[in-house]
């Protein structure tokens, strides 16, 4: 068992924990000091194109497979967490730091909103990104950040970096003896 656990596998593993943790900090900090919940409609405009904006959402990506009865939230909570299983399985796989990142920031941020949806029945999202009344996504989180750049990190790396990586770490031939 003891190859499992190889120092970039930690530090995947560690990744994921602490993008988990400051997905958890970053939520209470907005439901609790900043009371972004209680109060409807109040944005906190941080930067002229960022403003802090209390959402709940209740489906995954981009909204959808809504959540609107229990079943269906138990549902998602389990599919969530069938592929986020799915990612910790290939991250203890992989032996390149660059796909182990990737995949870290993945799980990590699926673990924060699973753990939302577990507890809550809902993701709690608040970072509201915007170029004057354009909004290019939807109001998101940590978590959501941080499996969209994870997910950027696998495509670029298995579509530019993959054959380069694989052709790098390879065995030169073995040596074969000469016959006299």
């Known amino acids: 068992m003891n190859g499992w656990f190889t120092r970039n596998r930690v530090i995947g ?38 403003d802090l904006t209390y959402t709940e959402n209740r489906g995954i990506s981009l909204g959808m497979l809504q959540a609107t009865s229990m079943e269906m939230r138990w549902l998602l909570v389990l599919l969530t967490a069938t592929i986020a299983l799915v990612v910790l399985i290939w ?68 579509l530019f970096l993959r054959d380069k990586d694989e052709t790098d770490s390879e065995e030169p031939p073995a040596e074969r003896p000469v016959e006299s």
């Not at 439901?31 to 906190?44: D, E, V, Y």
């Not at 029945?121 to 989180?141: K, Q, S």
């Open 13 to 50: 593993l560690a990744l994921a924990l602490f993008i988990a943790l400051i997905d958890q900090i970053v939520k209470w900090y907005v439901l609790g000091p900043l009371a972004l919940r209680s109060q409807p409609n109040r944005k906190i405009e941080l930067l002229p194109f960022f």
């Open 91 to 158: 991250m203890m796989r992989e032996k390149l730091m660059g796909d182990i990142i990737g995949l870290a920031m993945i799980l990590g941020g699926a673990i924060g909103n699973i753990r939302d949806r577990w507890n809550l029945g809902y993701v709690i999202d608040y970072a509201d990104f915007h170029i004057g009344t354009f909004r290019p996504f939807l109001v998101f989180n940590v978590a959501d950040a941080a499996i969209t750049i994870g997910v950027v990190i696998i495509l670029a790396r298995s």
